[in-house]
Structure formats: structure tokens, C-alpha cells
């Protein structure tokens, strides 16, 4: 079983000199034993956001979880090969660029993640279950059991 989560970009950018414990908590939790689930848009996401950032920053997690096979990569094409249904279309609320999104999570292990943007979060957890699991999406890594969620 992989303890995987996906971390929206605003949420990785609290990352760099986290002050907050929760957020303390979830890098040191990743680092440890935690795998991140990731496509290239999110992987071109925070390359953007984080040039040059270093020490704790989302890319240093990246690197020692790539070293470890930590990392759920989703790929484009699995990514192509998950279709929306038009009723399933039509009741999303997240800008077109977050539904990559929301099909990233939806194709993790555990279905989880760490969201700021309100619609996608709220995409994510409208959403029908998928493989049999319910997708959920909270706004703070405290709102979750990451550590010991079953699915």
C-alpha cells in the first residue's frame, strides 16, 4: 500500500521555511514515508513556482522521494484515458487547467490531497467514488490523517 498524497502547488509553496507545525509536520511525514502523487503539469507547476528555492522547498522533497521510489507519477496518458461523462462535465466548478488535477487524484492510491483552491476542492470531494474509493481533498494537512489513511 502507498501512503500517497497529492499536494496542490499553493499548498507545496508553505513548504520553504514552514513556521506552521502542520505543514512541519507533512514535510517531515513526506521525507520519511509519505509518496507524492505527481503529473507533468503539476511537476511544471512547482518547477515554476519554486526557481532556486532549495532547503525544504517542494523540488528538494521531489529529489530525495524520486531517490527513494516514492513518487506516484500519473502519467498524460493515463490522464487521456480517464473521460469525464458530459453530466460529470457539467458539474464541475474548477477552471479547465485544475480538472488535470482532479484527474491526477483520482488516479492515486489513496485519493487524497491537500487543496487551497475552494472549487477544486470541492470537485474533488462531490466527486462519484472512483475504484471503489471516495476522493477527498482538504484545505490544511491538519484536516487529514495522512499518515494512517485507509482506504
Not at 511544471?44 to 524520486?66: D, P, V
Amino acid at each position: 500500500m502507498k501512503n500517497d498524497i497529492f499536494i496542490d502547488n499553493n499548498v507545496a509553496k508553505n513548504f520553504k521555511n514552514p513556521l506552521d507545525p502542520h505543514y512541519k509536520k507533512l514535510v517531515e511525514w513526506l521525507f520519511e514515508k509519505g509518496h507524492l502523487v505527481l503529473s507533468q503539469k503539476l511537476l511544471k507547476e512547482y518547477l515554476s513556482s519554486n526557481r532556486g528555492n532549495w532547503g525544504q522547498s517542494i523540488l528538494t522533497i521531489i529529489s530525495r522521494l524520486t531517490k527513494d521510489e516514492r513518487l506516484v507519477f500519473i502519467s498524460n496518458e493515463q490522464m487521456e484515458n480517464l473521460r469525464f461523462t458530459k453530466v460529470t462535465e457539467r458539474r464541475l466548478t474548477c477552471n479547465a487547467e485544475d480538472r488535470w488535477h482532479l484527474k491526477t487524484i483520482l488516479l492515486s492510491h489513496r485519493k487524497i490531497a491537500v487543496i487551497i483552491d475552494v472549487a477544486l476542492r470541492n470537485d474533488v470531494n462531490n466527486h462519484a467514488n472512483h475504484e471503489g474509493i471516495k476522493p477527498q481533498a482538504v484545505s490544511r494537512p491538519e484536516e487529514i490523517d495522512y499518515e494512517n489513511y485507509l482506504i
